[in-house]
């Protein structure tokens, strides 16, 4: 029997194990809901629009130095419309039919039909991919390149689904590793894609990697949070995990993952906001298995490099996210940060910002508990957080277009990052 048959007997059969029983519920409508935008000139602009965030008249959905972008329900306009008008604030329209996108880019589990064994996978850069196919896919690697990738579980969600480790190497113990994850936030599809599409580029063509590519060692967690992807389904701006909180008879669900992390974690008081931090640090079974595999490499006295790849915005950033005092490695950050959008932009032609991540957002605006400060604090040096496309059209609901042309400008900021560890200019 061919090994292409071989593969495609194997791979059928763990499609039907992968696949992945969707929960009965209602998905939630968006009817009427716009994307607006409202330029910030003035300290009190900050307070309405946290106001209307608190109150939930509003749901952000990226917040700059500049002007936030936030979703309106249709019942909310008319009060939002009353508050910005008091406080002499405007805003624009930048998308007025949120549910049309919605239904126009779906999770997509294409059916086996008879070419796919074949390919031994159902993933594509033409479609966002289903949970149960990227399952299928993570497996196809590890069956077909078992030389150079290894996968394992190293935890599982609140919903008891796994989160998945892709290990790529060539064997040599003195490569230096480089983590990338994905998908702690639900909604941000592309993200996940363009995760998947570096480990795609890197093991499908492992053998023809320039040498600072193949003398790393890659470990990649595309999906961290797949208990809130799954529930994308019913609801495409889901953000959080799955976890039931039941605090004094307030019941609300899921906890921000990226803000769950030992650095500078910060209680958040609204138990339902979309934000809320958790009841402690790593309270969050989703982020036990990326802290332990951090820890454990940081153990081993290696230098390595870290990657927390998000949407929208099109930016790189790095430590600090909960102050605007700079890191002491600022201007080495800064150096690779300009190489990354360099690369990017000589890929595709977008520009990438790059800054501090306090520094990307609103003064009065701080992140505590995130990834990228956490891994920075053990002294990783090289830890960016990247925020794919687009810059406010669509959102959190970029294309099945952008997906391929997302991953090939992502792919080049990160092959810059391989390139310069053990650099004399960093």
């Not at 990783?380 to 959190?396: A, K, W």
Request: glycine share 4%; proline share 4%.
């Amino acid at each position: 029997m061919a090994r292409t048959e071989v593969y495609a007997i194997v791979l059928t059969a763990v499609h039907l194990v992968l696949a992945t029983v969707e929960p009965q519920q209602t998905r939630v409508p968006y009817d009427g809901a716009q994307v607006w935008r409202t330029m910030l000139k003035f300290p009190h602009e900050y307070e309405v629009i946290q106001r209307l965030t608190n109150d939930t008249e509003i749901s952000i959905w990226k917040i700059t130095q500049t002007h936030v972008d936030y979703l309106v329900h249709s019942e909310n306009m008319t009060s939002v419309q009353q508050m910005l008008a008091e406080n002499k604030m405007t805003y624009i329209v930048l998308n007025e039919d949120v549910e049309s996108i919605i239904r126009n880019t779906v999770m997509s589990t294409q059916l086996w039909v008879d070419h796919s064994p074949g390919i031994g996978h159902r993933l594509n850069w033409k479609k966002f991919p289903s949970l149960e196919v990227i399952n299928e896919y993570i497996e196809y690697l590890k069956i077909k390149y078992a030389s150079i990738c290894t996968v394992r579980t190293i935890g599982y969600s609140i919903e008891r689904r796994p989160i998945q480790l892709i290990h790529v190497t060539n064997g040599d113990p003195s490569n230096k590793p480089i983590v990338i994850i994905a998908g702690q936030h639900a909604r941000e599809w592309i993200a996940i894609t363009t995760c998947l599409y570096i480990l795609d580029s890197l093991v499908t063509k492992f053998d023809k990697q320039p040498k600072y590519m193949k003398n790393k060692d890659w470990y990649i967690v595309p999906l961290v949070n797949p208990d809130g992807f799954l529930y994308t389904t019913y609801d495409r701006m889901w953000r959080k995990n799955r976890r039931v909180i039941d605090h004094k008879r307030k019941n609300c669900t899921g906890v921000d993952l990226n803000r769950n992390w030992n650095k500078r974690w910060k209680l958040d008081p609204d138990y339902c906001s979309n934000m809320y931090s958790g009841s402690k640090p790593f309270s969050e079974p989703e982020l036990a298995g990326v802290r332990n595999l951090i820890q454990d490499l940081k153990d081993k006295n290696l230098e390595m490099a870290y990657v927390d790849i998000h949407s929208f915005g099109q930016r790189i950033g790095y430590p600090w996210g909960y102050t605007h005092t700079p890191s002491k490695k600022a201007k080495t950050l800064k150096y690779i940060a300009a190489g990354m959008s360099e690369a990017a932009f000589n890929a595709t032609k977008l520009k990438y910002e790059y800054d501090a991540i306090s520094n990307l957002y609103p003064v009065t605006e701080r992140l505590y508990g995130v990834s990228v400060d956490w891994v920075h604090s053990l002294g990783v040096t090289r830890s960016f957080l990247i925020e794919c496309r687009d810059n406010g059209t669509r959102g959190f609901v970029v294309g099945e277009d952008q997906i391929k042309v997302n991953g090939i400008e992502i792919l080049a900021a990160v092959r810059f990052l391989a390139k310069d560890m053990g650099s004399p200019k960093s």
